[in-house]
């Protein structure tokens, strides 16, 4: 469906190859999950069951610094009183570290379903070898981090408040995107009003500004939520979601006090048309990966998404952009008309300022809070968050598409490599089978990559780290051994982080451009690139219980004969709990999303 290529990497292939570290750690611990990459101090900061760690970047096999966190004994028996525990859940599972300021970082557990959060002490730098529970201290966890650890959180530190997306009560039933700590006022949505928030997912939480004017500054989050239309039939009974609130909204001053006065959300659509014309949809989103670009309002979204449902396994990436993104917010809000409760446009008057506009931004100067808002406003915006439009991808279709295969995608990342022709996007994709697709993306249209100026040029340390329940791995993204010694199998493998040097599929980098390096990522056609080094290739299909004839004549006695084939293996149903995490030296990311996995090989 896609012009692209993908490497899977099974777990036993993660652990025989040189490129790739497995840690062990010698304490007693499950639920590894990656919460932060520390970029001054250069550290990886892993939290799990009753655990932090922090891990050397630059230096993996030195001995990491653990802090133990445990749950008090006392708790822990009166969580096994309410029954729940059944699962060991009744321990502290570590959910957020945050960078609070120079010398500390603010870490949440779900604390034996009863939340609690805590500064840690991490030194000035990494050489102090600092890293330790600021001793005495723990406040209450609420509207910061679930009580379930098996419900998701998403959480943003800024200027001093926290921005959560969490469950807020020891049920599990209370969604709420929530404003806690620092000195603006708590505001969240509004409790259990099933039009802004339906059984939500929250999936990933960024602040993006919307212009020059910081009062205009907004926080996106993405999430899935339940349809509130269920009767109807061919509507989806999931749905993926973008919304956004103000960063400055202070909540309402008579109506929606202490709740977002700018709240509002939009569908996102991922859907492929197949040659029968039969539309599939992709609804149940599971990750987000935010591409910064050199325009800070303008990064590229990238969005995970498999089909709801479990008859049809089917995953797709589609891509969005901010400006497609803002021009629904802009767009018509969505209204239940008339007794048939069919959603519409609204046409009617919207009040002044419209809803969504920030307090004291660029076309609001004269409102110096949300407090000010009109009575009207405030009551339009709470009774219409939802917006009439959707998002639709870039170029209206998925970026990548799986379906007719038995694994899903769970967990994306995106990288930017610079190749001898041109910038690729290389795609991590986390399968459920727990292995990593490595996906391609060729350019469609070459004049639109070359706006993007180099920003990378040196990619060498760049490093794949993949967490799961079991434990956490670190792959080198130059895995060029694995296509062999031969130029024809590091062409056809059409990497842009892999070159043949004249004697071995090597690392690839601009910095160290050679005449010699031979690579073609957008044919992989080895017999341009390896004149003269005996290239060929065969493909062959072959059809389970039947059998196949696999024939290819070398033309020197030099050539190598390698035949690579993919078949679906044992299917063994461990539920793994699955992240990834791209590491760059210049551009740090990060992304958490839990997602099942199973661990079987392949090939
Ligand atoms: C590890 O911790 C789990 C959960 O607390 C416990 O059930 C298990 O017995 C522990 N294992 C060891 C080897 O101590
Ligand atoms: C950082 O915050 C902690 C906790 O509030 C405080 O004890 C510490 O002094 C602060 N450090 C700096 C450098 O401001």
Known sequence: VCPCIFVSLSSAELLDTRAVRPFSFSFNTSDYRILLMDQDQGRLYLGSREYLVALDMHNVNKEPLIIHWPTSDKRRGECRMTGKGGQGECANFVRMIEPWNRTHLYACGTGAYQPICT??????????????????????????????????????????????GVHV???GTDAALFRTMGGRTTVRTEQYDSKWLNEPVFIQIQQIPDSSERNDDKLYFFFREKSLDTGGGASPSVLARVGRVCLNDEGGQKSLVNRWTTFLKARLVCSVIGDDGVETLF?????????????????VVYALFTTAGSVFKGSAVCVYSMADIRNVFNGPFSHKHGHNYQWTAYTGKIPYPRPGTCPGGTFTPGIRTSKD???EAVNFMRAHPLMYHPVYPIHRRPLVVRTGVEYRFTALVVDQVDAVDGRYEVLFLGTDRGTVQKVIVLPKDPSTMEELTLEEVEVFRQQLYVSSEAGLTQVSLHRCGVYGRACSDCCLARDPYCAWDGESCSAFTLATKRRSRRQDVKHGDPLRQCRGFNAKETVQFGVEASSTFLECQPRSPQATVKWLYQREGRRKAVRRKMHLFLLSEKRPVLFKYQIHTTFIGYT
């Not at 330790?132 to 419900?151: A, H, I, M, N, W």
């Not at 609804?283 to 990064?299: K, Y």
């Open 119 to 164: 500064f840690i002490n991490r030194g000035w730098k990494a050489e102090d070898y600092v890293f330790r529970l600021v001793p005495g201290f723990t406040e209450s966890g609420k509207g910061k981090c679930s009580y379930d650890p098996s419900q998701e959180n998403i959480a943003a530190l800024i200027d001093g408040n926290l921005y959560a």
């Open 169 to 171: 009560d020891f049920m």
């Open 283 to 299: 609804d149940e989103l599971r990750d987000v990966f935010i591409q910064p670009t050199q325009d800070e309002r303008n990064p």
């Open 373 to 375: 808002f009109s009575d």
